[in-house]
């Protein structure tokens, strides 16, 4: 059994936030590593085997001295959750390609540093976990979240590479796959582009979708606690499967990205959603 310690990113809020309490809540000692630390203290509360250490995975620098001030109070460290990110909309040909960077930079290669400051470890004791919350978008597509989206798609390849170097090492790798989450998640996504200004020729698309998403969020209901229960399930069951879905429109769209082909997925998607897209499969797709 390896040591009940865990660091989980983003932990200030919604799903990190649920995370860190679920945790907290089996036993474990936490190291919640955030941007804002005194929100992360008030949000959190001050419990017993709880250290909040400051980090920005935008900022490549704040990532050592954060993982260096949770294994200083956690010693050797029993999981990792790879949990903080953040969104953007924008079409392929109209965005901020700055802000897109800066995504990539804290969904994907903070993640994937903060692993690699971790995992050495964890591969010496020969026992670990490492589980990053990444989306159900790592397995689907929505029309003006393609950026978003690519960052969940290198997560999940990254992340399965990873658990396969690791086979026979004794860590195991996870990736947790949540659909749409009652947090503030949506509301803090950036428009970029015209977008930003509610114009251009995609702005009734992104009407489309924000209404869509809205009708899904409200039918599903699913609570941030159980993305943090399968976070958890993950470090502590080794028959948890690699990919973990999370909701029951999670569940339902890796079913159907499983079953259909391309067309006639993109066709089923934009029904499941009320999104008003010419995507029909053609004749006998």
């Not at 620098?61 to 460290?77: K, N, Q, R, S, Y």
């Not at 941030?224 to 976070?231: H, I, K, L, S, T």
Request: glycine letters at 10%; aromatic letters at 6%; a negative charge.
């Amino acid at each position: 059994m390896h040591p009940r310690t865990v660091i989980v990113t983003g932990a200030g809020r919604g799903i990190g936030r649920a995370c860190a309490e679920a945790f907290l809540d089996a036993g474990w000692s936490v190291a919640a590593a955030v941007r804002d630390v005194e929100a992360a203290r008030t949000a959190l509360g001050d419990r017993a085997g709880l250290t909040v250490v400051p980090i920005d995975l935008s900022e490549p620098a704040t990532i050592a001295p954060a993982i260096d001030a949770a294994t200083a109070a956690l010693g050797e460290v029993g999981c990792l959750v790879n949990n903080a990110g953040h969104a953007l909309m924008g079409a392929a040909d109209d965005t901020d390609f700055d802000a897109v960077r800066a995504m990539f930079q804290t969904n994907f290669f903070g993640a994937a540093e903060v692993t690699a400051h971790v995992l050495p470890g964890m591969r010496r004791r020969g026992s670990g976990t490492v589980v990053c919350v990444s989306s159900i978008g790592a397995r689907i597509v929505h029309p003006l979240l393609g950026y978003y989206h690519a960052t969940k798609f290198a997560m999940s390849a990254w992340a399965e590479a990873m658990r396969l170097e690791n086979a026979r090492s004794g860590v195991r790798v996870h990736v947790v796959e949540p659909g749409f989450i009652e947090t503030d998640f949506a509301q803090s996504t950036v428009r970029t582009g015209a977008l930003g200004d509610g114009a251009g020729p995609y702005a009734p698309l992104g009407g489309q979708l924000r209404d869509a998403f809205g009708r899904v969020r409200a039918r599903v209901r699913t609570e941030p606690q159980a993305v943090a229960a399968a976070v958890l399930a993950a470090a502590t069951d080794p028959a948890t499967p690699y990919r973990v879905p999370v909701g029951a429109d999670a569940v339902d769209m890796a079913a159907a990205r499983e079953r259909l082909g391309d067309d006639a997925f993109h066709a089923w998607l934009m029904q499941y959603e009320g999104i008003d897209l010419d995507v029909a499969p053609p004749p006998g797709g």
